[in-house]
């Protein structure tokens, strides 16, 4: 019967601990919704961006990825993002797929522009750069390597 209650006793242990590092982790990971306005850019390809994802300026979480969207006429991915209402961006800002680390997530990197007239909420960056495929890139350097490798005879 004691064993029985040690085994009890040390399960709750576990999941109490577990509760605990969840909580932790879910207030230390900046998951809170921004609010703000809401802007929108055109990517190529936005492969590993989900909606949530950060916003940033310069390292800084600015905002948040909303939704995303398939253009069916031009087949680009439109990206929602809100970003805080004390950020302005200027006309001609950009925004990129950016990729924290190796092997870490994306978020959108947003990069001012120097234009006196800034984007109004609800608008449009044009200026974009798509995520780059790492599968590919790697493919590349390999098939790339694989050939030159070869010596003539």
């Known amino acids: ?85 004390d950020v302005e961006l200027p006309l001609d800002s950009s925004a990129k797929i950016a990729s924290d680390g190796l092997l870490g997530g994306k978020f959108v990197s947003l990069e001012p522009g120097g234009d006196v007239d800034m984007i109004v909420p609800g608008g449009e960056i044009e200026y974009t750069q798509g995520s780059v495929n790492l599968e590919e890139l790697i493919g590349q350097v390999i098939y790339s390597s694989g050939s030159s490798s070869a010596k003539p005879e």
């Open 1 to 85: 019967m004691s064993n029985r209650l040690i085994e009890s006793l040390a399960g709750a242990a576990v999941i109490a601990v577990a509760v605990g590092f969840a909580a932790f982790s879910y207030s230390r990971a900046g998951l809170e919704s921004v609010d703000g306005y809401e802007l929108s850019a055109s990517f190529n390809r936005v492969d590993g961006l989900v909606v949530g994802n950060d916003v940033r300026i310069s390292g800084v979480k600015v905002g948040s990825v909303t939704a995303q969207d398939l253009n069916p006429q031009t087949y680009m991915a439109v990206v929602k993002m809100t970003v805080r209402s």
